[in-house]
């Protein structure tokens, strides 16, 4: 395996606290000595939390779909859309 994907595969096992992960003693210290390893694992754990963070809003917006083939559209749902855009708006400048 090329030393990128051994390297990803360490990080991957720690941050997902996979058994065959490293003990945390010896992980520290690898951190401790190689900066670019803190780094990239930091980078990884953003990456995750985006993930997470784009997972619960298709589910969000599935389960909005969903009820609305059931039940009808929210009546109260324009105040919602008007709130993002205005958020979005906001962030965007």
Excluded: C, K
Aim: hydrophobic share 50%.
């Amino acid at each position: 395996m090329r030393p990128a994907l051994e390297r990803l595969l360490l990080i991957e096992q720690q941050l997902l606290n996979d058994p065959a992960a490293l003990p945390a003693a010896e992980w520290q210290l690898r951190q401790l000595l190689d900066p670019d390893l803190q780094a990239d694992t930091a980078a990884q754990q953003r990456l995750y939390a985006g993930l997470r963070a784009v997972g619960r809003r298709e589910l969000r917006r599935e389960l909005a779909g969903i009820h609305a083939r059931l039940y009808g559209p929210l009546p109260s749902a324009w105040p919602h859309r008007a709130a993002a855009w205005l958020r979005a708006f906001i962030q965007a400048n």
